[in-house]
């Protein structure tokens, strides 16, 4: 089984950008598509990229997902930081060698 | 519009059982395989268990060792997760979700506290 790993948390002032890494233990990142989700606190996650950099409906352009086969890792970009992107942010993919879900480790993203 | 209402969380005592539900509305429930996801306090998210859109086929995390048994009755538009031998951390938010491509959608949770 593999393992996502992101960083604990990451700050930023408002209209900057900030990218969130989550590497992937073993395997290719590209052998299945990474999602992305957002949770702000007291709330259920809502989904902020699709199948690697698709956004989902609603989700500002600034908002920005991608892959590198190179360092194993998916990104999620944020740009023009807001106050109301504060939250918890999980990458989160398949294990198709052990039919699983998995996410990662998750990633406080500060607006200072 | 899309709805995922959970219950059935609770307080419960070490050893013993809890079932939950999940009704779902607004989508063709028996179009989506669905899951069961849970994040402890102050936790993380972590996959539990997903069943396939005829609920035929059942896949579960490794850490449970067979005490969760995911089901569905989409005659009635329900998820279930029957818990037993319930454990002090098994203590979390539990929440049904469905998703695939574009579709993405989780309940508000139900929290479910193991403790004696």
């Known amino acids: 089984n593999f393992m996502l790993t992101q960083p604990h948390s990451v700050s930023e002032s408002p209209g900057k950008t900030v990218t969130i890494s989550c590497t992937r233990s073993?395997?290719?990142?590209?052998?299945?598509?990474v999602q992305w989700y957002q949770q702000r606190p007291g709330s259920s996650p809502t989904n902020v990229i699709y199948?690697?950099?698709?956004?989902s409906s609603g989700v500002p352009d600034r908002f920005s997902g991608s892959i590198d086969r190179s360092s194993n890792s998916a990104s999620l970009t944020i740009s023009g930081l807001k106050p109301e992107d504060e939250a918890d942010y999980y990458c989160?993919?398949?294990?198709?060698?052990?039919?699983?879900?998995?996410f990662g480790t998750g990633t406080k993203v500060t607006v200072l | 519009q899309v709805q995922l209402v959970e219950s059935g969380g609770g307080v419960v005592q070490p050893g013993r059982s809890l079932r939950l539900s999940c009704v779902a509305s607004?989508?063709?429930?028996?179009?989506?395989?669905m899951h069961w996801v849970r994040q402890a306090p102050g936790k993380g998210l972590e996959w539990v268990a997903v069943?396939?859109?005829?609920?035929?086929?059942?896949y579960y995390a490794d850490y449970l060792e067979g005490r969760f048994t995911i089901s569905r009755d989409s005659s009635k538009n329900t998820l279930y997760l029957q818990m037993n031998s319930l454990r002090p951390d098994d203590t979390a938010m539990y929440y049904c979700?469905?998703?695939?491509?574009?579709?993405?959608?989780w309940g508000q949770g139900t929290l479910v506290t193991v403790s004696s």
């Open positions: 979700a469905g998703w695939y491509s574009d579709f993405d959608h």
């Open positions: 073993s395997g290719s990142i590209a052998d299945n598509y």
């Open positions: 069943v396939s859109r005829d609920g035929n086929i059942k």
């Open positions: 607004g989508f063709i429930f028996s179009n989506y395989a």
């Open positions: 989160q993919s398949y294990n198709s060698l052990n039919p699983s879900y998995v």
């Open positions: 199948e690697d950099n698709l956004r």
